[in-house]
């Protein structure tokens, strides 16, 4: 069965940094590019990265790209989000999600970021 | 505000049909077919139910089927069950590697 489980949520005030992780289980998890998706506090969802299967191709959004920075440990079967500079509107549930033909087949079940004062 | 535009609420009766659309414009739905969908239950993990546009992942029951027509994509649940309740959300993949979400349509169960 394959298992996504998020941690490293919690309240941060803004301009501070937190990291957030996903342990994988239940398939080989270095065949797989990963994702991180956000749910705003109002529902919406946005896209915030992607990762290629070995690290070496990732991309982010304007929104984020240069405060945040995906990586992954295929070892460990471990998919990181360093968060810095955080933002008001980066507060919600961050979920990660393995990437299937342009989709998002599985995902956790999220960590709660709260950035505020 | 979304890229993707669904209505916020739709509603059906136990064994009935419902339709969600999700409108976006050539950038995005009209010009790839990678649309999927997603149901989200509060507190449970998301689950994909469509993607490229039409197609079910296993275990996906056949009640959930898709279509895309120009640049709108839409969701039809059928034979709705009270466990259908949720909210649903489409995306595309938009170029570029990025993707968009729709605003997410919650559905009743009547």
């Known amino acids: 069965e394959v298992q996504l489980v998020e941690s490293g949520g919690g309240l941060v005030q803004p301009g501070g940094s937190l990291r957030l992780s996903c342990e994988a289980s239940?398939?080989?998890?270095?065949?797989?590019?990963m994702h991180w998706v956000r749910q705003t506090p109002g529902g919406g969802l946005v896209w915030v990265s992607l990762?290629?299967?070995?690290?070496?191709?990732?991309t982010y959004p304007e929104s984020v790209k240069g405060r945040f920075t995906i990586s992954r440990d295929n070892a460990k079967d471990t998919l990181y989000l360093h968060m810095n500079s955080l933002r008001d509107e980066d507060t919600g549930v961050y979920y990660c999600?393995?990437?299937?033909?342009?989709?998002?087949?599985?995902w956790g079940q999220g960590a709660l970021v709260t950035v505020s004062s | 505000q979304s890229a993707l535009t669904q209505p916020p609420s739709a509603s059906g009766s136990l064994g009935q049909a419902v339709t969600i659309p999700c409108t976006g414009a050539s950038v995005d739905v009209g010009g790839y077919s990678s649309v999927s969908w997603y149901q989200l239950h509060p507190g449970k993990a998301p689950r994909l139910l469509l993607y490229e546009a039409t197609k079910r992942p296993s275990g996906v029951p056949a009640r959930f089927s898709g279509s895309k027509s120009g640049t709108t994509a839409s969701l039809t649940v059928s034979g709705l069950q009270a466990e259908d309740e949720a909210v649903y959300y489409c995306s595309s993949y938009t170029g570029s590697t990025n993707w968009v979400f729709g605003g997410g349509t919650s559905l009743t169960v009547l």
């Open positions: 990762i290629s299967n070995d690290g070496t191709s990732i």
């Open positions: 239940g398939f080989t998890f270095s065949d797989y590019w």
């Open positions: 999600a393995r990437h299937l033909a342009y989709s998002f087949d599985y």
